[in-house]
DNA sequence: CGGCATCCCATAGGATACTG
DNA sequence: CAGTATCCTATGGGATGCCG
């Protein structure tokens, strides 16, 4: 039974990129949270993280694999299968993406208050 | 009475470019710790972030005061005199950075040797 | 399915020099 | 002292198309 991932993380209406805290590249942070619940896919993670490409969902977990964060596996077979999962390293990080999301939640109202003030005085 | 700044956060030796962890731009979050012992100067920001250009460091500076992390006050005189200070929402940052510090005391190591062994392998 | 190759562009950020 | 002004480059990341 795989833990279902927060819907809102990935609504495009709080985008991630607002908020002033990210773990390793623009997508390295989702792609952690997507691996919380389990091993996924190459195509499992694209479906959450909608408008990523093949090109950088690659490099993004080419530089997560050779930090020690992820580990590939390609499983033997007819068909291509190839699955991503969180190393201990790569878990350690997870406390830490709560914590920013917590952050987020509580606090990410005030920046972009202060910062649709500080636009409109200008 | 000046709390000291952490010495080792501003050391080449351990850069912060390798901590996977980033709050806001490149000087962001060392600007935040450096402001959290209480208002700093233009010049004195400078000092330890070294090698920060002071058109870089005028940017992050504007942009943590646009988002409201930080707050500027030119002060009256003869002698130009510029300070920075934490607002309450550049404080509600300061245990965000303090957990990204433990965690890369007890981990960065963790993710050189991964990425060294990567290295190697290929 | 799980990518790679190619091209392209915007932006971050550094070097250097100058100023009120 | 506290910045501006210019210029420059590296790279992150997107678009598109192809492949075993």
Redesign the pocket.
């Known amino acids: 039974m795989r833990k279902p991932l927060d819907p809102d993380m990935f609504d495009p209406v709080c985008p991630s990129e607002l908020v002033p805290i990210r773990v390793g ?2 997508w390295a942070g989702l792609i952690i949270q997507c691996l919380e619940g389990g091993p996924r ?4 993670l694209r479906i959450p993280l909608r ?6 969902l ?1 490099a993004s977990l080419r530089s997560l694999e050779r930090d020690g964060f992820v580990l ?1 596996t390609a499983l033997p077979g007819p ?4 699955e991503y999962r969180l190393t201990p390293l790569g878990r350690s990080l997870l406390p830490l993406l709560a914590t920013a999301r917590a952050w987020a939640e509580t606090h990410l109202d005030e920046l972009l208050t202060a910062r649709e003030a500080a636009d409109r005085a200008r």
């Open positions: 590249d623009k896919r190459f195509s499992e408008t990523v490409t093949p090109k950088v690659t590939r068909v291509r299968h190839v």
